[in-house]
């Protein structure tokens, strides 16, 4: 079945891959993390100490105390003394090994905790432009899944991995100790591995990338798919979907399996290095004991010692792949984090207190790219508490003057003022608080109908919460429910009608009692009746504040103060309906083809 043009659309995301080296750098800007849990980080690598001295000794119990002095001494009480010994060092690393384990896996969520912490809340602060670019799918593998591919690495690859390298130096000075010809001849293959691995580093680490990217896009297309499902299922095109659907999924098992089988490499590699060690010190070893060289027990130690020496190499292999991943990973996570937001906030920005509301445009230009210019130098002047109009065909800049207002951009050219003062000269947050947005598309979050009202302002008292949806009339179908205000709704209130989404809206942008509010379209769901009841709710909760209405719906803003007509970025006219109806401009036009078209 052919794929569709949206899915083509996403076939080909931004979400592609980041060409950088691997460098300790970056590892070391991840394990910048680690340091809340400093105390942690030293009673593990003391455990690690005591487990990696411990597994050092014993080859050496046995080899030459036991075997080249005890055993061939024939002294069999200090033989027994040595196994008991051996058992004894055992059980204390036991008990080290376990709180290791325990210690590390606490540092590696302390790691993955204030990572994502620091993510999340860096993805908050980042600007419209940054969502506009991208899916929410992607974002959501950054901060889940990406993040998740880190978690090995805090837990157990980096004291691990330190260990490890610890146990391979101490194992080849005690080797060279033991017998410097015997440990040059076993240790031949090492210069050689050396070589591959880093043959292989690069290709293994792209490999990975690509599955990053892959994980991404298979995600972002879940996400879609689930938020369109009633757009999939009207339009009867779940196979056309799970045709895509099919293609994405086998595209993540591809690069998953290529990267496992390029990581899978390298362990068969240590095991055939282990193999021919083995030979050598079997082989050159015997000889060895036999001249006389080194004594049977040297030989054992030996033997001990080499087994010990590949098991830590492997592991490293395995914890190098661990590091791929987690460049791979934390690429993507560092770029996120690296982002700056368009719009920034003045850390020494004016508080926005005892606003009045007068808002002032002068000469502004924004475009939301170089082909897209949204506004064309409008300069228009909105009164303290006066409600304005915004009107215009759908592109004439409407919501972008409210997207201004409420800083989630900047304009391109010019300046708005805000009593006096450049939304520029504000603190971001503070300015927000006192400008609240209602859209059309109301966004409803998973919890009670009561919380979602206070979500205007967390502190507000459940009087306080029930008055708001009493002054737009929400109360009538809350009460209707079976656990009122305590009801629970799922993510975007599916449960509820478009308009009592919308009357939670309007709720709860009440509550939070701004000094500007926006209603960009939002009483376009809402029905005659209903829309009605609110318009008489919103002349006494709208006194005293300005108000900037967007509305197709003409009949909606008949009563304001101000009716601003827009066309392609430009004012073409402005006044209230009696002056506007009797030019008999494009606001006539547009007032005349709606009651034409109702009476049709």
């Known amino acids: 079945m052919p794929t569709t043009r949206v899915m083509e659309r996403f076939r080909y995301s931004q979400d592609t891959a ?26 593990a690598i003391v455990a690690m100490l005591i487990t990696t001295t411990v597994r050092l000794i014993v080859p050496l119990i046995i080899g030459q105390w036991a075997l080249d002095f005890a055993l061939a001494n024939e002294d069999y009480e200090l033989m027994l003394q040595l196994a008991v010994l051996a058992l004894f060092l055992y059980i204390f690393s036991l008990f080290a090994n376990r709180l290791r384990i325990k210690w590390t896996n606490e540092i590696g969520q302390n790691a993955i905790h204030a990572l994502r912490k620091q993510l999340f809340n860096h993805i908050q602060g980042l600007s419209n432009r940054f969502f506009d670019n991208r899916s929410a799918g992607s974002i959501l593998v950054r901060v889940v899944n990406d993040v998740n591919a880190l978690q090995e690495l805090f837990t157990n690859g980096i004291i691990n991995m330190l260990m490890d390298i610890i146990m391979l130096i101490s194992i080849v000075i005690i080797l060279f100790t033991l017998s410097p010809p015997l440990a040059l001849a076993v240790l031949i293959v090492l210069p050689i591995m050396f070589f591959i691995s880093t043959k292989l580093r690069r290709n293994i680490r792209r490999s990975w990338q690509t599955v990053r990217i892959r994980q991404s896009k298979l995600n972002s297309h879940l996400n879609e798919s689930i938020q369109g499902v009633r757009v999939t299922q009207s339009f009867s095109q779940e196979e056309n979907n799970m045709s895509f659907f099919r293609g994405v999924n086998k595209e993540n098992y ?8 390029k990581s899978a490499v390298f362990r068969p590699f240590v095991e055939m290095a282990n193999a021919l060690g083995s030979a050598v010190l ?36 395995q914890v190098y792949n661990q590091l791929l991943v987690a460049m791979a990973s934390s690429e993507r996570i560092f770029e996120f984090l690296d982002e700056e937001p368009n719009v920034k906030s003045k850390h020494d920005g004016n508080e926005a207190t005892n606003l009045k509301g007068e808002i002032q445009f002068e000469a502004v230009t924004f475009a939301y790219d170089e ?15 006066q409600t304005i109009a915004l009107v215009g065909h759908t592109g004439s800049g409407k919501s972008t003057i409210a997207n201004l207002i409420s800083r989630y951009y900047d304009p391109t050219d010019g300046r708005i003022m805000l009593d006096g003062i450049d939304l520029k000269d504000y603190k971001l947050h503070r300015l927000r608080e006192e400008v609240s947005t209602v859209l059309q598309d109301t966004f409803i979050f998973s919890g009670t ?23 737009i009339g929400a109360n009538h179908f809350i009460e209707k429910l079976q656990n009122g205000y305590e009801t629970e709704v799922e993510e975007r209130g599916n449960v509820l009608s478009v308009g009592e989404r919308q009357l939670l809206s309007f709720a709860r942008t009440l509550l939070a009692d701004p000094k500007i509010i926006i209603l960009d379209e939002a009483t376009a769901s809402i029905d005659t009746e209903t829309e009605v009841k609110i318009q008489q709710a919103l002349k006494t909760l709208l006194h005293g504040r300005t108000s900037i209405m967007i509305a197709h719906r003409l009949s909606t803003i008949r009563e304001a103060d101000n009716i601003i007509v827009l066309e392609q970025g430009n004012v073409l006219e402005n006044g209230n309906h009696e002056q506007l109806m009797k030019r008999e401009g494009k606001y006539y036009d547009l007032v005349m083809s709606q009651f034409k078209a109702l009476t049709v």
């Open 18 to 43: 980041i060409e950088k080296p691997f460098n300790w750098e970056k590892l070391a800007r991840l394990l910048h993390y680690m340091k809340e849990s400093g105390s942690l980080i030293v009673k």
């Open 254 to 261: 591809d690069a998953w399996d290529e990267a496992s089988k």
């Open 282 to 317: 079997i082989w050159y070893g015997a000889y060895l004991v036999m001249t006389g060289s080194i004594g049977f027990g040297v030989l054992v130690s030996f033997a001990f010692f080499l087994g010990m020496f590949w098991e830590p190499i492997s592991r490293l292999g």
């Open 371 to 385: 082909s897209r210019k949204a506004l064309n130098r409008i300069s228009l002047s909105i009164p303290k508490g």
């Open 449 to 471: 109908i009561r919380e979602n009202i206070r979500f205007g302002k967390p502190n507000a008292t459940d009087e306080e919460v029930e008055q708001a949806a009493k002054a």
